[in-house]
T-cell receptor
Framework: NAGVTQTPKFQVLKTGQSMTLQCAQD?????MYWYRQDPGMGLRLIYY???????DKGEVPNGYNVSRLNKREFSLRLESAAPSQTSVYFC??????????FGQGTRLTVV | GQQVMQIPQYQHVQEGEDFTTYCNSS?????IQWYKQRPGGHPVFLIQ?????EVKKQKRLTFQFGEAKKNSSLHITATQTTDVGTYFC????????FGAGTRLTVKP
């Protein structure tokens, strides 16, 4: 099993460009999450999907949109990238209220 | 959603010394999870605590959940260089919010 797969692993964007970060899990998990990690800030929740068909805002949703395409896939979209969105993005999935599994992360730089 | 505060932010110890990180929530948690992230890596699950007052051990690591289910701690006895990394707690409600983490460095 691949677990949680994030693509791309690295990306450089220019200010104002858009892009979608992809996340897929093959563990049949109900819940999926997107976090961003900045130095000294820990993991901050952007959006989550408790189950297929639902999405909810987390702590820092501004500037992002998400789509729970199906049970496997949960994508994060930046419509107009800003330098403040330079970060490492992690996707995670889990069954109901148990251990979460994380992807390897996407390192995004906005110039 | 709940706010999870974690202290200290950084801890530097000599190998063989003990280490403790603390996690406090503004609301009662259904349960709490602990994760470890090695430098350059992704968070990896360590343990989940569910019951009020629960204590669990994993070799040199001891995890506690407070009686009111609002605080938790992770204690490492006799640290080793392999313990280096950032330790996070996560309030285990649907929106799984993490504390800011405690970054542990160990001097050989």
């Amino acid at each position: 099993n691949a677990g949680v797969t994030q693509t791309p692993k690295f990306q450089v964007l220019k200010t104002g460009q858009s892009m979608t970060l992809q996340c897929a899990q093959d563990m049949n998990h109900n819940s999926m999450y997107w976090y961003r990690q900045d130095p000294g800030m820990g993991l901050r929740l952007i959006y989550y999907s408790a189950s297929e068909g639902t999405t909810d805002k987390g702590e820092v949703p501004n500037g992002y949109n998400v789509s729970r395409l199906n049970k496997r896939e949960f994508s994060l979209r930046l419509e107009s990238a800003a330098p403040s969105q330079t970060s490492v993005y992690f996707c995670a999935s889990r069954p109901m209220n148990t251990e979460a599994f994380f992807g390897q992360g996407t390192r995004l730089t906005v110039v | 959603g709940q706010q999870v505060m974690q202290i200290p932010q950084y801890q530097h110890v000599q190998e063989g010394e003990d280490f403790t990180t603390y996690c406090n929530s503004s609301t009662t948690l259904s349960n709490i999870q602990w994760y470890k992230q090695r430098p350059g890596g992704h968070p990896v699950f360590l343990i989940q605590l569910v019951k009020s007052g629960e204590v669990k051990k994993q070799k040199r690591l001891t995890f506690q959940f407070g009686e009111a289910k609002k605080n938790s701690s992770l204690h490492i006895t006799a640290t080793q260089t392999t313990d280096v990394g950032t330790y996070f707690c996560a309030g285990n409600n649907n929106d799984m919010r993490f504390g800011a983490g405690t970054r542990l460095t160990v001097k050989p």
